[in-house]
């Protein structure tokens, strides 16, 4: 865990459930640019501490500049505690989402938002994170499980950026699939990462995503060190 300001938050949703997560800021204090996470599927065991996710607010504030949001859904645990609320697949979902994303903007003042989901959390990204403030999405192991075509058609025409990361050994969406399956998405970036699985479990492949944030967020700040 590098140096970096955090602080727990609590975000307040519009039918009144209270969320837990922490902001980790670099030391500077700086929140220009930052990343809001959607994590994996909390029935599965996905949470703010999922652990790309861990890693990115333990390490990027001090090696990138960039600030790290991180939050559980409703009725999701982790170390930080459970926020209120019951697991509302997906479609509930979406007031934690433009809760967070009004954080973001309104308290914690970021003015560069890139909004990242996590398997789960890109459907919810995809599906909610149409704020027309937040610069752009980052997608990680897209499983587009409820994500419809309607839905990818209107982000071809927002015409902001997405980048999907799809691990070539991914249990749901392979990369050769993600391209037909996302082909209504003009503008889509589609990095296929070899050897990748969809957890990105090992540290190359949580460097790789790391420096892939970087390179759109903040770019100045590549390449990553590797040792601190």
Request: net charge neutral; proline share 7%.
């Amino acid at each position: 865990m590098l140096p970096a300001q955090r602080e727990p938050i609590t975000i307040i949703t519009s039918d009144g459930l209270k969320l837990v997560g922490e902001v980790a800021s670099p030391m500077s204090g700086d929140r220009t640019r930052a990343i809001l996470c959607l994590h994996p599927l909390p029935t599965h065991g996905g949470m703010m501490d999922s652990h790309i996710y861990k890693k990115a607010a333990n390490r990027l504030p001090a090696l990138a500049g960039i600030t790290v949001v991180r939050f559980n859904t409703r009725g999701t645990s982790s170390s930080q505690g459970k926020s209120e609320g019951e697991f509302g697949e997906g479609v509930a979902e979406k007031a934690d989402v433009i809760a967070a994303i009004n954080y973001c903007f309104d308290q914690l003042q970021i003015s560069e938002l890139w909004v990242i989901g996590w398997s789960f959390g890109t459907d919810l990204a995809l599906q909610h994170a149409t704020d027309k403030r937040i610069k752009g999405l980052i997608l990680l192991s897209p499983p587009l499980r409820t994500t419809t075509e309607e839905q990818l058609q209107s982000w071809s025409k927002d015409g902001r950026p997405v980048i999907a990361l799809v691990p070539e050994l991914d249990d749901y969406l392979k990369p050769d699939q993600a391209r037909t399956r996302f082909s209504a998405l003009k503008q889509l970036e589609l990095i296929a990462v070899s050897e990748a699985k969809h957890l990105w479990v090992g540290e190359p492949f949580v460097h790789r995503v790391l420096s892939e944030i970087v390179r759109i967020v903040n770019p100045t700040q590549l390449p990553i060190p590797t040792e601190y």
